[in-house]
């Protein structure tokens, strides 16, 4: 099998839009598709499966929430607790009214960070991280469709050509 | 085109005849320009009053708090008043970011860039008056939860102020990932049109290696939406614990229930007001006025309007509850605030919050730039009047009558607050000329719905 892949390049996110869909429909496949900004319906015409990380999200939450109580069990009533303005720190299930805001706080801290930081590493974002896009005009109005090559290179670009593209390459895969 | 229909009666959000590429090129061009002569002024005025500040601070940690105007009755005074200001000024951008996103407003696109770099920045500002209260610096962080090793007992976890410290630095770090996660595409395309090498290595550094994969785009809107619907409690939350400090206490003055909505509304009122003073000067000389339009400043013109009645609401349930509780010392002190010595600065308060937002009920002076941009700096005066009254009032006349004094503030006072409006001037102006002040990867994808252009192409055809 041969690791070549043609780039397609468009300048409308509409033609984009039906490029895919016929691209689908003739049973080739996509590799990946660049856009300078998020293309409603894209991940779904390219046959994406949904992200799941809104639940790593809520999973995080749950830590930050269990952390919390942990830490504000552990360090107010269990290793040294004081009788603060007449107000005894024995119990949690009494003192526990005043620990919400800091549950809510952490349990946010936690979500949005760890989320955040499985996102970035999930799609390999940090910083000193070389750029990978074909084309610099992918950030600015140009669309890139890379398609692998499966057989026939000519009939597949002589297809795309016919799908609106702009620009066609045939390049070697770039990873 | 179908996809991209939006009703005809919907006004236009980009005016004019752009398309994607345009839209590159016009947010790019402040970065790539060079600064005029009137950006290098404002930059050094703001300079040196940041280093007036600076002085002032390392004056006051270098001698002590005694060189505040703070005496023994009024152990609050501008410290807190200007950390409450500046708190309740970064709560716009997390508004018009995250709760904006959860209703779908699409007008949120052209500002929010620049209305969370504001809240970044003045938050920066707020969170340096209780560091520099503390007075001996040095022991900052005792605010932490650090075992007694370090010289520190467990933090008190009923107590307001530490709240607060947890709730602003969730808040400023939540905040900055949020904005940071939303440039990563723009840096990508700063990066992508620069020539020069150090620019490049720069804006790809900033950029993570941003490549806009149909996969990254799926999961960077996800991410979006996760972090407004996190960040909408957390922005309520924030001012919701400040007020904290204030109701939990037993001043009377400060000990009501209405707080924390009182003051929620008032951060957003006031921080819309600052929006409104940044991106009504911004608009026009970085030449972004087809993006943001004049339809934006008259949206923000409506919710300070809404948000100042409602802080001019809970003024007046305030006196009412004052009175109506029957509590002589509650009654004495909103008797005291209204009328007493510092008359006059509720009645700036008054006049500057209740009564200036009213003129914008009429459609002509909320769409005037010049109007709004005056209203937008009286409200700020009032919101600060507005902490002030509340802080040194509820305090200046005490259980104690012969303890009864004033407040006046000293040159070091004075320093520190200008020092911060400078700071918070030099890192947003370093800001306007650095970053993608425009969110232009979102703005790309309202083009064809709300683009003037498009509209008029689409609704043609109905006819």
């Known amino acids: ?175 | 085109m179908s996809s991209h229909y939006e009703a005809p009666i919907r006004r236009p959000l980009i005016i004019g005849d752009k398309s994607y590429h345009d839209i590159t090129v016009d947010v790019a061009a402040p970065v790539e320009g060079k600064a005029n002569k009137l950006w290098w002024t404002a930059f050094t005025i703001a300079l040196l009053a940041f280093l007036w500040g600076l002085g002032a601070i390392i004056y006051t940690i270098g001698t002590g708090i005694g060189v505040w105007g703070l005496n023994k009755t009024v152990g609050w005074a501008w410290d807190i008043t200007n950390f409450v200001w500046w708190v309740g000024i970064g709560h716009a951008g997390t508004l018009i970011s995250a709760v904006l996103l959860l209703f779908r407003q699409k007008w949120r696109m052209g500002i929010n860039r620049s209305a969370e770099a504001m809240t970044i920045f003045s938050v920066v500002q707020a969170g340096l008056f209780p560091v520099i209260h503390m007075g001996r610096v040095w022991n900052a962080h005792f605010v932490l939860p650090l075992p007694n090793q370090f010289g520190t007992l467990w933090t008190n976890f009923n107590s307001p102020l530490l709240w607060d410290v947890f709730a602003i630095s969730t808040y400023l770090s939540v905040s900055l990932v949020f904005w940071w996660t939303g440039l990563l595409p723009d840096f990508a395309m700063l990066r992508d049109r620069a020539i020069k090498p150090f620019q490049k290595k720069i804006y790809s550094l900033l950029s993570f290696g941003w490549t806009g994969r149909a996969k990254d785009w799926q999961r960077f809107e996800e991410v979006s939406l996760v972090l407004a619907g996190l960040a909408t409690p957390l922005v309520l939350s924030v001012h919701t614990i400040v007020s904290f400090d204030f109701a939990t206490s037993v001043i009377p003055g400060w000990h009501t229930t209405i707080f924390p909505p009182y003051f929620v509304a008032g951060a957003v009122f006031s921080g819309f007001a600052m929006v409104n003073t940044l991106l009504i000067i911004m608009r026009k000389v970085s030449n972004l006025e087809a993006y943001i339009t004049e339809q934006h400043i008259e949206l923000m013109n409506i919710v300070i309007m809404i948000t100042g009645s409602i802080v001019g609401c809970a003024y007046i349930t305030e006196l009412f509850i004052a009175w109506y509780s029957g509590v002589e010392y509650e009654q004495y002190a909103f008797l005291n605030r209204a009328t007493g010595p510092y008359w006059w600065a509720y009645l700036l308060m008054m006049s500057c919050n209740v009564f200036s937002p009213q003129f914008m009920w009429s459609k002509k002076l909320r769409t005037s730039i010049t109007f709004s941009f005056i209203i937008s700096i009286v409200v700020n005066i009032g919101m600060w009047f507005e902490r002030f009254v509340i802080i040194v009032t509820s305090l200046h006349r005490d259980y104690l009558p012969s303890s009864w004094t004033m407040f006046s503030p000293t040159f070091v006072d004075i320093g520190i607050y200008v020092g911060t409006i400078g700071f918070f001037f030099v890192l947003f102006l370093l800001y306007a000329r650095t970053f993608p002040v425009i969110a232009q990867a979102e703005v790309k994808s309202i083009l064809k719905s709300s683009g003037e252009k498009f509209k008029q192409l689409r609704d043609g055809n109905h006819e």
């Open chain 1, 1 to 175: 099998m041969s690791n070549k892949v043609v780039q397609a390049m468009y300048n409308d996110d509409d033609i984009l839009m039906d490029a895919v869909k016929a691209v689908r429909e003739a049973n080739h496949h996509i590799e990946e598709v660049y856009t300078p900004f998020p293309v409603h319906g894209l991940d779904k015409a390219m046959g994406l499966k949904g992200t799941r990380i809104a639940i790593t999200a809520f999973m995080y939450g749950c830590v930050g929430l269990a952390f919390a109580i942990w830490m504000m069990n552990y360090m107010m009533i269990q290793d040294w607790p004081q009788d603060i303005g007449g107000k005894p720190s024995f119990s949690f299930a009494a003192n526990s009214p005043a620990f919400v805001p800091i549950m809510f706080e952490l349990t946010v801290f936690f979500a949005a960070h760890l989320m955040v930081i499985t996102f970035y590493m999930r799609s390999k974002l940090w910083p000193f991280k070389k750029a990978e896009n074909p084309d610099p005009r992918t950030t600015d109005d140009m669309f890139v469709m890379e398609v692998a090559v499966d057989g026939d290179e000519n009939e597949l670009v002589s297809f795309l050509e016919k799908t609106g593209t702009v620009e066609i390459k045939v390049t070697e895969k770039h990873y």
